[in-house]
């Protein structure tokens, strides 16, 4: 209770004081995901401070659907800290080690990026730091399928009561909406939408009984999102 009435006397306090408080970060990437291709030295993202102030950043990457055989990561992210400026954008450079990865399938990491708000002028005001997490992945030079032709290596099905997505391809591939039968509104409530290489996953659980068909989109290399012709199951 008396946590209760402390974050109410805050939020009283800051919003007498504040701008309403918003859920977008004030420094954002300029993509949404990373592909690091292996015959290359370094991949690159793009960040902006949209702020009116300077914000300090730190960055780093952290395991993600990949196993490692051990804790390390195998990648170096600079700078690590930084400070960016009002309106301002800055490249990070993400290096591989070099060695540790499969080369017959990409790997999966997050790269993260946390903003750090500067001292506020006015006590007592509420401040959010948000950290945006986007997804790195590692193609191996040995893997030369393009994103487009994995998704026609998908294979949808129907076990049980649950819709299951086999990836035969070396890629990992996420999906975007999904539809069941001729339905306008895509689901909402999907177990799992990024599949990795040579994997099965249960996309949805407690199906319709008359489900007949499922129509999506997955996410393309640009972050977009492209549609597919609509599937049969059996």
């Not at 004030?26 to 401070?49: E, F, H, M, P, W």
């Not at 800055?90 to 990865?101: D, E, F, K, P």
């Amino acid at each position: 209770m008396r946590l209760n009435r402390f974050l109410t006397a805050v939020c009283i306090t800051a919003s007498s004081i504040c701008l309403p408080i918003t859920s977008h970060s004030a420094v954002q990437a300029l993509a949404s995901r990373v592909i690091y291709n292996g015959d290359a030295k370094a991949a690159t993202l793009t960040i902006r401070n949209n702020a009116d102030k300077a914000y300090m950043v730190q960055n780093w990457i952290e395991a993600g659907e990949t196993p490692l055989a051990d804790t390390k990561v195998p990648f170096v992210i600079t700078p690590p800290l930084l400070k960016l400026d009002s309106k301002k954008e800055t490249v990070l450079r993400i290096i591989y080690s070099g060695n540790g990865l499969a080369t017959d399938r990409e790997s999966q990491f997050w790269i993260n990026i946390q903003e750090i708000p500067p001292k506020p002028e006015v006590e007592n005001t509420l401040q959010l730091a948000v950290r945006s997490k986007i997804k790195l992945f590692y193609r191996p030079k040995s893997v030369e399928l393009e994103l487009s032709d994995a998704v026609k290596q998908l294979r949808w099905y129907v076990e049980g009561n649950t819709l299951k997505l086999e990836n035969k391809s070396p890629l990992f591939v996420t999906i975007g909406d999904l539809k069941l039968n001729n339905e306008t509104q895509p689901v909402a409530n999907m177990n799992h939408d990024m599949v990795a290489p040579f994997k099965t996953i249960d996309v949805l659980k407690n199906l319709p009984k008359n489900l007949s068909s499922i129509s999506y989109t997955y996410i393309n290399e640009y972050g977009g999102n492209t549609s597919m012709p609509a599937v049969a199951l059996k």
